[in-house]
């Protein structure tokens, strides 16, 4: 045995001078490739050096395309404000392909009030035909800006059925925005880069977020604190339960920043119903971020604002969105400047399956939506409210689950909730993991629209009223899947 070893370390001793001499051979070439091509010889020695040159196998692709209704096409599907009259800035879609975690991952985020039912199936399984993907791995949401679009297929059908001269939606604009986001996608795959680390940051945002429910003493909503109020009680009444961080997460190739995803709690809305489309001051800001940084993709993805707005701070007055829009900015500049970085070593996904129980009260049974439906008495607006319930209500006894999807990056998670979920839901996907970055996004599939907590029920107000197709009972239910999802 040492004499076979001794023979074996006698040739390796012959072979150094001619591996040394084939070393040498190659930074040469690897020198005149880099003099006379742009070829980087850190490209023939990746490994232990910069982590930028280090190989991984992710990569991230991102697009956009404008997603702006037409003239007089309805916004809010028509409920309480006038269809498109002028454009003040244009609506976008915007998002990004993730590749290399098994089949790909999309996340893309609309500047719509809501894609509901099947129009938010629509959505999905067109984006994921382009990115080569399955529905459940593609995440879409609404940002919820109202002077924007409210989309539900089937709702539309039913609305259109009754021959009332008007409807919630163009068909054919949704069919050709839904296109043109999937073919900007497609597109984009072609030029995706590399993807070595994850940035996580976050920022405080200071005077935008309030509650809007505002209770007396008997624990019941006593006033409704919107958007916009000029009542001094909206002023002096605290801002109350709210997330007051931007969290924002980045995809970086090495020391390059490639795209980022940010996210905030509240109503995005500073006026609105007159039928000027706006991206609003979530818009306004998304833009000056883009201009900081123009080779990145920035957007914006709305938290659970369910029951927030900026009513504390917001008259109603134009020069009011120009403010909003500045302090959004000023956070979402200072999280950029906060953000640590970490290399990226897996991309974890799952998907839980959800039900959330329909309402059962009078008025939410499939036989009384079909009478206002169709009821000669019915406004415009409760009809419309009966066709979006009724498509819900259908597919719930249909035993079509909702997804809530969860991305794990190690040092950060990031969750989409459906509806318009109360804040009170990201801060308990927060309690999850306090050891961990986690952002929750609201407005994913908009069927089952107000998500409120259990005690929102009893306190009443708004968001548990007729625009909330759940019933008591549902804060247990999504707070279980969203523990199953952060596990």
């Given at each position: 045995?040492?004499?076979?070893?001794?023979?074996?370390?006698?040739?390796?001793?012959?072979?150094i001078?001619?591996v040394?001499?084939?070393v040498?051979?190659?930074?040469?070439?690897?020198?005149?490739?880099?003099?006379i091509?742009?070829?980087?010889?850190?490209?023939?020695?990746?490994?232990?050096?910069?982590?930028?040159?280090?190989?991984?196998?992710?990569?991230?692709?991102?697009?956009?395309?404008?997603?702006?209704?037409?003239?007089?096409?309805?916004?809010?599907?028509?409920?309480?404000v006038?269809?498109?009259?002028?454009?003040?800035?244009?609506?976008?879609?915007?998002?990004?392909?993730?590749?290399?975690?098994?089949?790909?991952?999309?996340?893309?985020?609309?500047d719509?009030?809501?894609?509901?039912?099947?129009?938010?199936?629509?959505?999905?399984?067109a984006?994921?035909?382009?990115?080569g993907?399955?529905?459940?791995?593609?995440?879409?949401?609404?940002?919820?800006?109202?002077?924007?679009?409210?989309?539900?297929?089937?709702?539309?059908?039913?609305?259109?059925?009754?021959?009332?001269?008007?409807?919630?939606?163009?068909?054919?604009?949704?069919?050709?925005?839904?296109?043109?986001?999937?073919?900007?996608?497609?597109?984009?795959?072609?030029?995706?880069?590399?993807?070595?680390?994850v940035?996580?940051?976050?920022?405080?945002?200071?005077?935008i977020?309030?509650?809007?429910?505002?209770?007396?003493?008997?624990?019941?909503?006593?006033?409704?604190?919107?958007?916009?109020?000029?009542?001094?009680?909206a002023?002096s009444?605290?801002?109350?339960?709210?997330?007051?961080?931007?969290?924002?997460?980045?995809?970086?190739?090495?020391?390059?920043?490639?795209?980022?995803?940010?996210?905030?709690?509240?109503?995005p809305?500073?006026?609105?119903?007159?039928?000027?489309?706006?991206?609003?001051?979530?818009?306004?800001?998304?833009?000056?971020?883009?201009?900081?940084?123009?080779?990145?993709?920035?957007?914006?993805?709305?938290?659970?604002?369910?029951?927030?707005?900026?009513?504390?701070y917001?008259?109603?007055?134009?020069?009011?969105?120009?403010?909003?829009?500045?302090?959004?900015y000023?956070?979402?500049?200072?999280?950029?400047?906060?953000?640590?970085?970490?290399?990226?070593?897996?991309?974890?996904?799952?998907?839980?399956?959800?039900?959330?129980?329909?309402?059962?009260?009078?008025?939410?049974?499939?036989?009384?939506?079909?009478?206002?439906?169709?009821?000669?008495?019915?406004?415009?607006?409760?009809?419309?409210?009966?066709?979006?319930?009724?498509?819900?209500?259908?597919?719930?006894?249909?035993?079509?689950?909702?997804?809530?999807?969860?991305?794990?990056?190690?040092?950060?998670?990031?969750?989409?909730?459906?509806?318009?979920?109360?804040?009170?839901?990201?801060?308990?996907?927060?309690?999850?993991?306090?050891?961990?970055?986690?952002?929750?996004?609201?407005?994913?599939?908009?069927?089952?629209?107000?998500?409120?907590?259990?005690?929102?029920?009893?306190?009443?107000?708004?968001?548990?009223?007729?625009?909330?197709?759940?019933?008591?009972?549902?804060e247990?239910?999504?707070?279980?899947?969203?523990?199953?999802?952060?596990?």
């Amino acid at each position: 045995m040492k004499i076979a070893s001794a023979r074996v370390s006698f040739q390796i001793r012959r072979l150094i001078p001619f591996v040394g001499l084939f070393v040498w051979k190659a930074v040469l070439v690897g020198c005149v490739l880099e003099m006379i091509g742009g070829i980087s010889v850190q490209a023939f020695w990746a490994g232990d050096g910069a982590p930028s040159q280090r190989e991984t196998p992710f990569s991230l692709a991102t697009f956009s395309a404008e997603v702006t209704p037409p003239a007089g096409h309805p916004l809010q599907a028509g409920v309480g404000v006038k269809p498109v009259v002028t454009v003040v800035d244009p609506l976008f879609a915007y998002g990004f392909v993730l590749l290399g975690a098994n089949e790909p991952i999309v996340l893309c985020s609309v500047d719509w009030c809501g894609i509901g039912n099947d129009a938010h199936d629509r959505w999905r399984d067109a984006l994921a035909e382009a990115a080569g993907t399955t529905r459940e791995r593609v995440l879409v949401c609404a940002i919820h800006q109202h002077d924007a679009p409210l989309v539900d297929l089937e709702a539309e059908r039913l609305v259109a059925a009754q021959n009332l001269g008007r409807g919630t939606l163009d068909l054919k604009f949704h069919d050709q925005a839904v296109r043109s986001v999937a073919a900007a996608l497609k597109s984009s795959l072609s030029n995706a880069l590399r993807v070595t680390h994850v940035g996580v940051g976050q920022a405080k945002v200071e005077r935008i977020a309030s509650t809007r429910r505002i209770l007396g003493a008997d624990g019941k909503v006593e006033f409704v604190r919107g958007s916009a109020s000029k009542e001094s009680r909206a002023r002096s009444d605290a801002e109350g339960t709210i997330d007051p961080w931007l969290k924002t997460l980045s995809f970086w190739d090495g020391d390059r920043p490639l795209a980022s995803v940010s996210v905030y709690a509240t109503h995005p809305m500073s006026y609105y119903g007159q039928g000027q489309v706006s991206a609003d001051f979530v818009g306004l800001a998304r833009r000056r971020r883009q201009a900081d940084n123009p080779g990145v993709l920035h957007f914006y993805a709305n938290g659970c604002g369910g029951d927030l707005a900026p009513g504390k701070y917001n008259d109603g007055s134009p020069p009011v969105r120009d403010e909003l829009a500045e302090r959004l900015y000023q956070a979402w500049k200072s999280a950029w400047v906060q953000t640590k970085k970490h290399e990226l070593q897996s991309i974890g996904f799952r998907s839980v399956p959800l039900r959330l129980a329909p309402k059962e009260t009078p008025g939410f049974k499939i036989s009384d939506l079909d009478a206002i439906l169709t009821g000669a008495k019915s406004s415009f607006d409760e009809r419309v409210r009966a066709a979006y319930a009724l498509n819900w209500r259908k597919r719930c006894d249909a035993r079509i689950t909702l997804d809530m999807p969860v991305l794990d990056f190690g040092v950060a998670q990031l969750l989409m909730l459906p509806g318009v979920p109360f804040v009170e839901y990201q801060l308990y996907a927060q309690q999850q993991r306090p050891d961990s970055f986690v952002m929750t996004l609201g407005y994913g599939d908009y069927g089952p629209v107000y998500i409120p907590t259990d005690r929102a029920f009893f306190e009443g107000g708004y968001e548990p009223g007729q625009w909330s197709f759940v019933a008591p009972g549902v804060e247990k239910t999504l707070k279980e899947a969203i523990a199953i999802g952060l596990r």
